[in-house]
């Protein structure tokens, strides 16, 4: 390594980062010993603790996300570690990018077990009418853009049934509907990186087989989903965003449709050039574990948010992390606007206006956070994350005697 990665050293015992330690800008990679992980807080079946050697790594959510850790690492053993600073990442992928993608890998694979951590437990099924049964979504998702008028979108959605099922038990149907429509049984091909979408067209579909991850270079994209033969809108992405990435890593549907929002302007990079695009494009990874560590951190949070028993508590958590994720500086007798309303704030929260009176009670107790007009303020933003602290280390407390029965 380079005079860029400094080499640290760690005696037996001690904290090398800190759960809810703020402004880290370094990760580490063991070079020599064992370094135990600690999670006060697990999610989404994540253990309390795990062992990591050489050639393992961690830090990497704080250090990139530029947000609070979120779990600790202690040295089991004497320790040496490569310490990389987040503003070197790039030089670190150009002479050793199989850690990249060792960190791409690891980080996609916990999005995806954060991803399906709420959801019920799934039939055994074979992988192949496994398949064949999201396959068979693209033509119940046409049918629904059909009855919406949304010609073009309907007629990706047949299209794509058919190339991925050609005899499958709605192909007959899929090229009636393409016929009415006066449209091609085929998708037209694309062999270009440099992507142009006009308004309301598909990029992909919820359950589609994926293998590109795109980057917004201009205009807009809406992420959706649907959620009871309805279009729910998940998310909007800008210029700079990346989206897509894990069909990257593993062979899942995707989980969301990708639509264009006028003219959209896409980069598309597939499994074949992605490792080889991290030596002649190291940035590009790095705004990618960047943008990983920021998701992972945000369903992190959310994840154990929802865990907080009391609601109290539950929403002073959720007020400082809104904070948090916005990186706005906690001192005493700051304020903040959120710039959010009741409901606004109780849909965060997984809750619905029915729940109103649970925040308004919170805010006849809690002098510090109120309402300015229709939306929350908080007036010290010291003396909430006192109390979010305060709460944290009293689970802490009750876990570590748990455990210790």
Same mark, same amino acid.
């Given at each position: 390594? &380079? /005079? ?39 999610? +989404? ?24 850790? $979120? ?5 089991? =053993?004497?320790?040496?570690? $490569?310490?990389? @600073? ?25 999005? *995806? ?8 437990p799934q039939r055994i099924i074979t992988a ?24 073009? &979108? ?20 899929? *090229? ?15 062999? &270009? ?63 969301? /449709? +990708?639509?264009? $929002? ?60 809104l904070v948090e994720k916005n990186r706005v ?24 206006? *029915?729940d109103y009176p649970v925040m308004k009670k ?24 006192? =109390? ?11 876990? @570590? ?5």
């Amino acid at each position: 390594m &380079s /005079s860029l990665f400094n080499i640290a050293q760690f005696p037996t015992g001690s904290y090398i980062i800190l759960e809810g330690e703020k402004k880290a800008t370094n990760f580490y990679i063991i070079k020599e010993g064992k370094v135990r992980l600690k999670r006060d807080r697990p999610v +989404a079946n994540e253990k309390f603790s795990e062992t990591l050697g050489p050639g393992d790594f961690f830090g990497v959510i704080g250090a990139m996300s530029r947000y609070p850790q $979120i779990e600790s690492a202690v040295a089991m =053993t004497n320790v040496s570690l $490569i310490s990389v @600073s987040n503003n070197h990442f790039g030089e670190l992928i150009q002479k050793n990018a199989p850690i990249a993608m060792k960190i791409i890998r690891y980080f996609i694979i916990k999005l *995806r077990q954060f991803g399906h951590s709420t959801k019920a437990p799934q039939r055994i099924i074979t992988a192949e009418a496994a398949q064949e049964e999201d396959i068979e979504r693209l033509f119940e998702m046409g049918e629904y853009y059909f009855g919406e008028g949304h010609t073009e &979108s309907a007629a990706y959605c047949y299209q794509s049934y058919l190339k991925y099922l050609p005899k499958g038990p709605l192909s007959s149907k899929s *090229r009636e509907r393409l016929m009415s429509l006066d449209k091609p049984f085929e998708l037209p091909m694309v062999d &270009s990186s440099n992507r142009i979408y006009n308004n309301g067209e598909i990029v992909f579909l919820e359950s589609e087989p994926g293998s590109e991850l795109f980057i917004v270079q201009g205009g807009r994209v809406k992420i959706v989903k649907m959620v009871g033969g309805q279009e729910v809108l998940l998310n909007i992405m800008k210029v700079g965003d990346i989206f897509g990435e894990m069909a990257l890593i593993d062979d899942q549907p995707r989980s969301a /449709s +990708a639509i264009a $929002i006028d003219q959209v302007d896409l980069l598309a990079i597939s499994k074949k050039n992605f490792e080889s695009m991290s030596k002649t494009q190291p940035q590009l990874m790095s705004r990618i574990i960047t943008l990983l560590s920021e998701r992972i951190w945000n369903a992190y949070k959310l994840l154990a948010n929802a865990m907080i028993s009391d609601m109290n508590d539950r929403i002073a958590d959720m007020l400082l992390t809104l904070v948090e994720k916005n990186r706005v500086k906690i001192k005493p007798r700051e304020t903040y606007n959120y710039n959010l309303t009741i409901e606004d704030f109780l849909k965060m929260l997984g809750l619905g206006i *029915r729940d109103y009176p649970v925040m308004k009670k919170y805010l006849a107790m809690t002098k510090y956070v109120k309402l300015n007009g229709d939306v929350l303020v908080c007036t010290d933003l010291g003396l909430l994350e006192k =109390t979010v602290l305060l709460h944290r280390d009293s689970q802490k407390a009750g876990k @570590s005697g748990e455990h210790s029965k």
